[in-house]
């Protein structure tokens, strides 16, 4: 089977995963999650995608990004590559790869489906039962929506923003939609959607290698 075509639709957001190859842990100490931070800002700006939430996990990556063009999300994730894997290669005297393949990614269409989506990502590390509570995780976005901790990577999307008319305000709703249960349908379809790049709705769409 061949690979699946990437997609493109302008001004709207995707959700995207990238894994260690083969389960295998992809930040060993936290000056790693900083290193690979302090890229993904770097590479966000000038590749021209912008980055709404995140969450870093040992072994894999959680991002819910817009990119500008058929080739900002493409390019973000191959410069991703190429400096973080370099990095941690040399750092941790290894070779080879350290990605477990191509990333996936599943566009985001619908609003209900986006703030759904923002939620599963930042609570990534509740659900694996790392931490009970979000604001204990240090490596998500997390801290910026639900706390107020500033992070200049941070590209507010406007449905976030018509959480409340200040920051206070939209830090306390989203506190309390992220302290609400995600049913198991909605669960499932965001797995699904993850797996295999299913596109809600039916936008028009371009196709790119």
């Given at each position: 089977m061949g690979r699946r075509r990437r997609l493109f639709v302008e001004g709207f957001?995707?959700?995207?995963?990238?894994?260690?190859?083969?389960?295998?842990?992809?930040?060993?100490?936290?000056?790693?999650?900083?290193?690979?931070?302090?890229?993904?800002?770097?590479e966000s700006g000038r590749c021209g995608v912008g980055i709404h939430a995140y969450a870093m996990m040992r072994n894999h990556v959680h991002l819910l990004?817009?990119?500008?063009?058929?080739t900002s999300l493409p390019s973000l994730m191959q410069a991703l590559g190429r400096s973080y894997v370099l990095f941690f290669n040399d750092r941790y005297e290894r070779t080879g790869a350290l990605w477990g393949g191509r990333y996936k990614d599943a566009l985001v269409h619908d609003e209900r489906y986006w703030l759904t989506c923002m939620r599963y990502v930042?609570?990534?590390?509740?659900?694996?039962?790392?931490?009970?509570?979000?604001?204990?995780?240090?490596?998500s976005s997390y801290w910026h929506h639900g706390l107020g901790h500033p992070d200049s990577m941070i590209t507010e999307h406007p449905l976030y923003l018509s959480l409340g008319a200040s920051p206070d305000l939209r830090q306390r709703a989203w506190?309390?939609?992220?302290?609400?249960?995600?049913?198991?349908?909605?669960l499932n379809s965001?797995?699904?959607?993850?797996?295999?790049?299913?596109?809600?709705?039916e936008p028009t769409v371009t196709e790119v290698s």
């Open positions: 957001s995707w959700h995207v995963t990238q894994r260690g190859v083969n389960g295998a842990v992809i930040f060993k100490a936290p000056s790693d999650y900083r290193v690979f931070l302090a890229i993904l800002a770097t990004a817009t990119p500008e063009s058929q930042e609570l990534n590390p509740v659900r694996a039962r790392i931490v009970k509570h979000a604001a204990q995780y240090r490596w506190r309390e939609m992220c302290g609400q249960h995600v049913s198991d349908a909605e965001l797995r699904s959607g993850i797996k295999r790049g299913i596109v809600l709705g």
